[in-house]
């Protein structure tokens, strides 16, 4: 429902933060990982999850839509919450995390306080197949300009292409032209759409 919010930072703690936007104060839940790379200024913006339970909604925020998408596969285990999801992405990254996952790595998942052996190994059956499917493990290592992929992943799920199929092939584009700009970019990607 909400995607992201942009707006002015009014108060920022480790584990929520709250962002002004159009004259209204969101109480957004972060993880230890998006409080650190928050910028102490004034503009912030944050990749949103909305949560709502019988009684209860809730407004996660995170730095990157890659941290976003992690805690939702995360949320949908049984017997893994919103707050266990944060707390395992305050104690690891994003990349980690997906790491774990993908090499059957149970003793590092039941090193975060309040997983153990039968939830690690329940993340890991659940998702490892969902982690491979959704992020190529050479994907997620390489850093790309994330605005001009941002705007162009955008601009593609707009036009009605799925982000799975759009987000391979401009990862796919950056790699062999790092400095290409947005317009040559989705040019190429429709071109191998």
Do not use: C, W
Request: glycine share 6%.
């Amino acid at each position: 429902m909400i995607t992201h919010i942009s707006g002015k930072l009014v108060e920022k703690n480790p584990t929520y933060v709250i962002v002004e936007a159009g004259g209204i104060g969101y109480y957004i839940h972060i993880s230890l990982q998006t409080y650190a790379e928050i910028p102490d200024v004034e503009a912030v913006k944050l990749y949103t999850y909305f949560h709502v339970r019988e009684d209860a909604q809730s407004l996660y925020g995170f730095s990157t839509q890659m941290e976003r998408e992690v805690f939702k596969l995360l949320i949908s285990v049984s017997g893994v919450g919103t707050a266990t999801a944060r707390i395992m992405l305050s104690s690891l990254n994003s990349k980690e995390i997906q790491q774990a996952i993908t090499q059957d790595d149970a003793a590092l998942l039941k090193s975060i306080k309040g997983i153990g052996a039968k939830t690690a190994q329940r993340i890991i059956i659940e998702l490892r197949d969902k982690m491979l499917k959704t992020y190529d493990m050479d994907e997620i290592s390489s850093p790309t300009d994330n605005t001009i992929k941002e705007e162009a992943l955008s601009a593609l799920d707009v036009l009605g292409f799925s982000r799975k199929q759009t987000q391979r092939i401009v990862d796919k584009i950056l790699r062999e032209n790092p400095s290409m700009d947005i317009e040559g970019l989705i040019k190429n990607a429709l071109k191998n759409l």
